[in-house]
């Protein structure tokens, strides 16, 4: 039997998703929108393509979570994007109510899902939902890093002329200004950023634009739209999530995940490597950050609790 994958969000991440699941046939997918016309269209519009391109799965569009029952993947863009000149943080009270509303409709129908979150305030809201829900913290987790280091490796590539795929590459910390792009661990050609800098082929100046490109990559892509923000990366990124969990492929990716100790926090979402396997977050791996990184990442967390606590004062009921 086909895995099953439901995406809550029929919007620009969701429809891109579910045509990238089809594509690479990673299960049957239910598309569910508050908006059903827009599921069940957007549903029949990629059905439709798998005449040309061969793919075999099922593909539906929903209003009813009923469904969703018994997913295996879950992935939620439900919410509303970024307008112009707006932050990430300033989607909180819109997107905290719907992130609450989605935690209702799968917390019984899909016990055993592994949850993706793509809404943002990313790291604020997959920790609403992960309160909300009471599903384990191994099995619901946020999608940003992967995106923040793929958006970094594309602006290095572009500067080195070096294919992307010789580039590896870490982002750490919210998935906000604050993020934390990491030279020391990104490679290229095995070779470290540090080392590139020092052999002048790179020069810093020209690092440290890239970084502050990376931190605004996605207001970069709102501000050019004018109507809604990035949508084909950020759901290549989710299904690289997803993949890793549906073929236990155990990849380390850079994800909010839910930190119980790990690199000095308890109980926050914040980016970090983690392994998934079959089992969800099988482990967070932990890098030894410099004293600049660490300070980094330290700023970075106190701006996710600082947005949590304005959360916890729209809904009281996040600190149960
Ligand atoms: N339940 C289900 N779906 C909902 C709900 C709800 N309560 N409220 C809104 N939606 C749906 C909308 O009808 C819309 O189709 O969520 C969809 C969001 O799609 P878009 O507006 O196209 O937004 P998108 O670009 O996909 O981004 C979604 O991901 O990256 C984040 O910042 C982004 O928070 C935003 C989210």
Do not use: W
């Amino acid at each position: 039997m086909n895995k099953k994958i439901s995406l809550i969000g029929a919007g620009q991440i969701g429809g891109t998703l579910a045509h990238l699941i089809a594509i690479k046939e990673l299960g049957d997918v239910v598309l569910f929108d508050v908006a059903e016309g827009l599921a069940k269209g957007k549903a029949l519009d990629i059905a439709q393509s798998s005449g040309v391109s061969g793919f075999n799965v099922n593909i539906t569009g929903t209003s009813n979570y009923n469904d969703t029952k018994n997913s295996d993947v879950i992935i939620i863009t439900a919410g509303v994007p970024r307008k112009p000149g707006m932050s990430r943080d300033d989607l909180l009270g819109t997107n905290l109510k719907i992130i609450k509303q989605v935690s209702d409709g799968i917390k019984d129908t899909s016990p055993n899902a592994f949850v993706i979150c793509i809404t943002n305030p990313l790291d604020v809201i997959v920790m609403a939902l992960q309160k909300y829900s009471k599903f384990s913290t191994n099995k619901v987790v946020g999608m940003a890093g992967i995106l923040d280091s793929s958006r970094f490796k594309y602006f290095l590539s572009r500067e080195l002329k070096e294919p992307v795929k010789n580039i590896e590459s870490l982002v750490l910390g919210g998935h906000g200004d604050t993020m934390v792009p990491m030279p020391k661990q990104t490679k290229i050609n095995n070779k470290t950023l540090i080392e590139l800098v020092n052999e002048n082929k790179i020069s810093k100046s020209k690092l440290e634009e890239i970084i502050a490109r990376t931190r605004k990559g996605g207001a970069e892509i709102v501000k050019l739209l004018e109507k809604g923000s990035a949508f084909y990366a950020p759901a290549a990124s989710g299904v690289e999530m997803a993949e890793s969990y549906l073929k236990d492929l155990k990849k380390t990716l850079p994800c909010a995940a839910y930190l119980n100790g790990e690199y000095g926090y308890k109980n926050i979402y914040a980016g970090v490597p983690v392994v998934i396997s079959k089992k969800g977050v099988e482990k967070i791996v932990e890098i030894e950050l410099d004293k600049s990184e660490k300070l980094n990442f330290d700023t970075s967390i106190k701006a996710v609790k600082e947005l949590f606590q304005s959360a916890v004062k729209i809904d009281p009921t996040l600190t149960k």
